[in-house]
T-cell receptor, first 116, second 114 residues
Framework: AQTVTQSQPEMSVQEAETVTLSCTYDTSESDYYLFWYKQPPSRQMILVIRQEAYKQQNATENRFSVNFQKAAKSFSLKISDSQLGDAAMYFCAYYSSGGSNYKLTFGKGTLLTVNP | GAVVSQHPSWVICKSGTSVKIECRSLDFQATTMFWYRQFPKQSLMLMATSNEGSKATYEQGVEKDKFLINHASLTLSTLTVTSAHPEDSSFYIC??????????FGQGTRLTVV
């Protein structure tokens, strides 16, 4: 079974600074997707960024970028120029597309605080 | 964009009654939908995966007879909590998969059983 590990329960960053959230996963599959979701206090899950495992190039979305290391099974999220609105719970997720057994599995999350 | 609508956003019910939660993909066809349960300050726990027209696949430890899932069409999946008890009180979230490459979430349903 696939597992997703986020080793940082909480992180804090100063406004305008950069922060990196860690995520590792365990899988025997070669084809899969990885995501970072943001959950603000409203509890609405918001997709931040996605990465296809077959792509070597790291995904980037404005101030958000990932460092995808497939061999190491690592998928960290970097937030540049942090803003107060970035404060939220961040979840790393693995989407298994092995055969017909589709499954979206989450890590335990990292609570990000942005200090003014 | 891809929009998933979940209804109701909150519900209070009496112990022993059943509650149905709907999850609709509004602008795309979702062959697979996921149902999650989330306790306060915790992660999303996958309850089951449903595919249109077939039986749902439940995660270990999730009672099939208690949490009935129906995926009747490519845009609608429902979760029915049967004979609800206070311990079933939680936040339930659905997610719809778009071509098995992305997953979009509903707003969630806060269920309180009294």
């Amino acid at each position: 079974a696939q597992t997703v590990t986020q080793s940082q329960p909480e992180m804090s960053v100063q406004e305008a600074e950069t922060v990196t959230l860690s995520c590792t996963y365990d899988t025997s599959e070669s084809d899969y997707y990885l995501f970072w979701y943001k959950q603000p206090p409203s509890r609405q899950m918001i997709l931040v960024i996605r990465q296809e495992a077959y792509k070597q190039q790291n995904a980037t979305e404005n101030r958000f970028s990932v460092n995808f290391q497939k061999a190491a099974k690592s998928f960290s999220l970097k937030i540049s120029d942090s803003q107060l609105g970035d404060a939220a719970m961040y979840f790393c997720a693995y989407y298994s597309s092995g055969g017909s057994n589709y499954k979206l599995t989450f890590g335990k999350g990292t609570l990000l605080t942005v200090n003014p | 964009g891809a929009v998933v609508s979940q209804h109701p956003s909150w519900v209070i019910c009496k112990s022993g009654t059943s509650v149905k939660i709907e999850c609709r993909s509004l602008d795309f066809q979702a062959t697979t939908m996921f149902w999650y349960r989330q306790f306060p300050k915790q992660s999303l726990m996958l309850m089951a995966t449903s595919n249109e027209g077939s039986k749902a696949t439940y995660e270990q430890g999730v009672e099939k007879d208690k949490f009935l899932i129906n995926h009747a069409s490519l845009t609608l999946s429902t979760l029915t909590v049967t004979s609800a008890h206070p311990e079933d009180s939680s936040f339930y979230i659905c997610s719809a998969s778009k071509q098995h490459t992305e997953a979009f979430f509903g707003q969630g349903t806060r269920l309180t059983v009294v």
